[in-house]
C-alpha cells in the first residue's frame, strides 16, 4: 500500500512561483513512475507533469511547458514541481499520483495508468 501526502500549496500572485512536494511512503518508490494531475473547480482532473522511477524521462502538459518542472529524490522518496511563471489559470488542486503496476518506457500521462493518488493540496494564484 502506498501512500501519498501532497505540500506546499498555497496562495501566490500572478508571475510567482511554488514547489510541491509529494512525500511516499509504503511500497518500493524508486520503481514507481509519478505524476502530479490538478483539478480547477467545475472541471476534470488534467495530466500537469510525470517522471519515470529513473527520472530519465518526463513529459509535460502543454500548459505548463516551460514553466513547471517534475523531479524527484529517490534518497528522500519525494517527487517535487516546481513550478514559475504562475498564471491564475494555474488555480487548482494539484494532486500526486504514483505507478505501481508495473514498469512502462515512458513518463505516463493518463490518470488510469496510475495507481495511488494523494488528498491533493490546493494552488490559487490572484490575479
Known amino acids: 500500500q502506498v501512500q501519498l501526502v501532497e505540500s506546499g500549496g498555497g496562495l501566490v500572485q500572478a508571475g510567482g512561483s511554488l514547489r510541491l512536494s509529494c512525500a511516499a511512503s509504503g511500497g518500493t518508490f524508486f520503481r514507481h513512475a509519478m505524476g502530479w494531475f490538478r483539478q480547477a473547480p467545475g472541471k476534470e482532473r488534467t495530466f500537469v507533469a510525470a517522471i519515470t522511477w529513473s527520472g530519465s524521462s518526463t513529459a509535460y502538459a502543454d500548459s505548463v511547458k516551460g514553466r513547471f518542472t517534475i523531479s524527484r529524490d529517490n534518497a528522500k522518496i519525494t517527487v517535487y514541481l516546481q513550478m514559475n511563471s504562475l498564471k491564475p489559470e494555474d488555480t487548482a488542486v494539484y494532486y500526486c499520483?504514483?505507478?505501481?503496476?508495473?514498469?512502462?518506457?515512458?513518463?505516463?500521462?493518463?490518470?488510469?495508468?496510475?495507481?495511488?493518488w494523494g488528498q491533493g493540496t490546493q494552488v490559487t494564484v490572484s490575479s
Open positions: 499520483a504514483a505507478r505501481t503496476r508495473g514498469w512502462i518506457p515512458r513518463a505516463p500521462i493518463r490518470g488510469d495508468e496510475y495507481d495511488y
